[in-house]
C-alpha cells in the first residue's frame, strides 16, 4: 500500500459500477488506494473497527441492498471518531428529494454517476483536488451538486 496516496473508498453494490470506478480512478494522475465494497453493512462493519484508519474520501451510493447510503450516511455522522468523514454521494438517481435528503444529512458532495468513460475520470479528479476546507466551509444547495 502506497502511504503517500489518498486512501479512497467506493460503497456500490453493481459490480459493473465498482470495475468501471477503479478503471478510472486507476487512469488519473493521482495516487490512490482504492478500497471496494459491495454494499453499505460491509462498509460500516469494516469502517466501525476499532483502530481502523479512515479513508480520505468515501464515494457512498444510495440505492443498495442491505444498508443504503443514507442509512450509512445517517450511521456515519452520529458516530463520533467517523462523523467526519469526507462523504461523496454517488448516484444514478438525479432525485431532487435525493439531493435535499443527502445535503440535510450532511454529505459533502453530491455526483451523478455519469456513464461516460472520459466524465468519470474528470469527476474522480475534479473531486479528488478539491479543497475540502473550502468546499465544505462554504457549502450550499449550489456547491452540492456537481455539475460537469
Keep these: 500500500m502506497n502511504l503517500d496516496a489518498l486512501k479512497i473508498v467506493l460503497v456500490d453494490d453493481d459490480e459493473d459500477d465498482r470495475t468501471f470506478f477503479k478503471d478510472a480512478i486507476e487512469e488519473v494522475d493521482i495516487k490512490t488506494n482504492l478500497l471496494l465494497f459491495g454494499n453499505g453493512q460491509e462498509f460500516m462493519d469494516y469502517i466501525t473497527l476499532p483502530g ?3 479513508p480520505h474520501l468515501v464515494f457512498l451510493d444510495l440505492n443498495m441492498p442491505i444498508k443504503n447510503g443514507i442509512q ?11 462523523k467526519d468523514l469526507l462523504i461523496a ?9 435525493d439531493i435535499e435528503d443527502t ?4 454529505a459533502n458532495i453530491y455526483i451523478n454517476k455519469p456513464n461516460d468513460f472520459k466524465k468519470l475520470k474528470k469527476i474522480i ?3 479528488l483536488k478539491l479543497n475540502w476546507q473550502y468546499h465544505t466551509s462554504n457549502l450550499d444547495r449550489e456547491s452540492f ?3 460537469i
Design 52 to 54: 481502523q484508519s479512515l
Design 72 to 82: 450509512c450516511l445517517t450511521e456515519i455522522r452520529e458516530i463520533p471518531t467517523i
Design 103 to 106: 445535503f440535510i444529512k450532511g
Design 145 to 147: 451538486m456537481l455539475s
Design 125 to 127: 479528479k475534479d473531486v
Design 89 to 97: 454521494i454517488y448516484s444514478t438517481s438525479s432525485s431532487d428529494q
